[in-house]
């Protein structure tokens, strides 16, 4: 798994301008039930956002499958250019709200998550967000969808 998750991030990044770390975590037989795999592959940004790919195996996946799709979810993740990966953008929009001033994200993809978090949290606070596209030549991949996330917040915190 961890060897075809570097061979996938090998391919796309220049030699020198990743760094890897592995840690290897067994369960005891007490704490998982099944022989499950699964794998969480996390990167810092040179601005210190941390950014991640996962993968999940399930019945007659092989671990090489789950560990190539854990890295092909980081590197879409880190070609958005934006500050926070697919699973994030929704947890943060509560916040923003609650925020004094105007807060501004940048994501990638919008996902069902972070379209109703924005639905709740306007009608929970009365704030109105606006989400924009990030024009075409301002993208780092032109073939990827890219939005900045706006709002003027309440002021609670």
């Known amino acids: 798994m961890i060897h075809s998750a570097k061979q996938v991030l090998d391919s796309h990044f ?4 990743i760094q890897y770390t ?25 601005t210190g956002c941390i950014i991640a790919g996962t ?6 996946k092989k671990a090489e499958v789950v560990g190539s ?11 958005w250019g934006g500050c926070v990966d697919e699973y994030a953008q929704d947890q943060i929009i509560l916040f923003m709200a ?4 105007v807060s501004k994200v940048k994501v990638g993809r919008l996902t ?16 109105k ?9 301002e993208r780092k991949d ?6 900045i996330i706006e709002c003027e917040g309440i002021g609670y915190i």
């Open 98 to 101: 609650l925020a004094k001033g």
């Open 14 to 17: 220049v030699e020198g301008d």
């Open 55 to 60: 993968g999940l195996g399930e019945f007659k």
């Open 129 to 137: 967000f606006s989400v924009t596209p990030v024009p075409e030549t």
């Open 69 to 79: 799709e854990a890295a092909t979810e980081l590197i879409r993740n880190l070609q």
């Open 112 to 127: 069902s998550h972070t379209e109703t978090s924005i639905h709740f949290s306007q009608l929970m606070t009365g704030v």
């Open 142 to 147: 032109k073939n990827e969808e890219t939005y």
């Open 22 to 46: 592995t840690n290897l975590l067994k369960e005891s037989r007490e704490k998982a039930f099944g022989d499950g795999t699964g794998i969480i592959i996390r990167a810092e940004t040179t």
